[in-house]
């Protein structure tokens, strides 16, 4: 089945890591989401992965590579995302956590 990206909309939350301080507050947000559309929940260390020469992932790439996987199912989306940074880092280990959550929405 084929997807077209509507569009790619980012949602930048900075707080302490749940369970880190004590009566920490968050933010509550809403974003309205429809059938097909592919929700990608992910650490800094994603973005942050750095390649030999010292560049970093991104988000330009990640949002790129979300969007040409866009039909893969959430499990080969985060297969290829951890593909993509092993290839990127030329399997040199990435300097911090790479958390990565994918949902796509059904019917």
Do not use: W
């Not at 790619?8 to 509550?28: H, M, N, Q, W, Y």
């Not at 949002?63 to 995302?81: F, H, M, P, Q, R």
């Amino acid at each position: 089945m084929e997807y077209s990206i509507r569009e790619i909309r980012t949602i930048v939350l900075s707080s302490a890591a749940i369970g880190l301080v004590e009566d920490s507050k968050f933010l509550d947000k809403t974003l309205q989401l429809f059938p097909e559309d592919v929700l990608v929940f992910y650490t800094d260390g994603v973005t942050e992965a750095i390649d030999p020469r010292g560049e970093q992932y991104g988000i330009h790439r990640l949002a790129e590579l979300v969007g040409k996987a866009s039909n893969y199912s959430a499990k080969d989306l985060i297969d290829t995302l951890r593909q993509a940074l092993n290839d990127f880092s030329e399997g040199n280990p990435l300097p911090d956590d790479t958390t990565i959550v994918a949902c796509r929405i059904l019917g």
